[in-house]
């Protein structure tokens, strides 16, 4: 994107903000940003914790995350804007008993639009340390999965998984939100 994507403006608010308010619509609480760096979210509002490993596993933010929550977390990037609170609960709702829930699209997992419990930081970080794919994890903890069909029910176009990584998907989102649809 050559800039900070989670800072672009949509409207009124950035992207990271357009995210975390659907992630707060759906959770009824705010959410927390990992990140390298507080000061650019400054702004924002938003409980902003550091990464406590180093980058380059996309589980790192996840593990960053989980030392600061309890209970369940619900774990997305910061620019995917067509989150859908409905699917995010119902996700929620299949956290008994196990330690992620997490949608398989064509056959793919999709690890950040999960929901994880801290009883994955071991898991997690024996994975990071191995140099893993998110399904070397997902054999070590107790994990549900929720298939495309039925992630479909709550959203039929798979939005809620729509990243913004190009000026053109950028364009597009503006494009809707001038359009009157809502990110």
Request: contains cysteine; charged residues 20%.
């Amino acid at each position: 994107m050559g800039r900070n994507k989670a800072l672009l403006p949509v409207g009124d608010r950035t992207l990271v903000e357009v995210v975390a308010a659907r992630v707060r619509q759906a959770c009824g609480e705010a959410p927390i940003l990992v990140t390298g760096s507080a000061e650019p979210y400054a702004r924002t509002g938003l409980r902003c914790v550091p990464d406590v490993l180093p980058p380059g596993h996309p589980l790192v933010g996840v593990y960053s995350g989980l030392l600061h929550v309890s209970g369940l977390a619900f774990v997305c990037a910061c620019d995917m804007p067509y989150l859908n609170p409905a699917l995010i609960r119902h996700m929620a709702s299949l956290a008994d008993g196990v330690d992620v829930v997490i949608p398989r699209l064509g056959g793919e997992y999709e690890p950040l639009h999960a929901v994880y419990t801290p009883a994955c930081l071991g898991a997690i970080e024996r994975c990071i340390a191995r140099g893993d794919r998110t399904s070397g994890l997902l054999a070590s903890v107790r994990a549900r999965v929720v298939e495309e069909e039925v992630v479909r029910r709550f959203d039929p176009a798979l939005r809620s998984f729509v990243n913004v990584n190009t000026p053109e998907e950028y364009a597009l989102l503006l494009e809707r939100c001038a359009a009157g649809e809502p990110p």
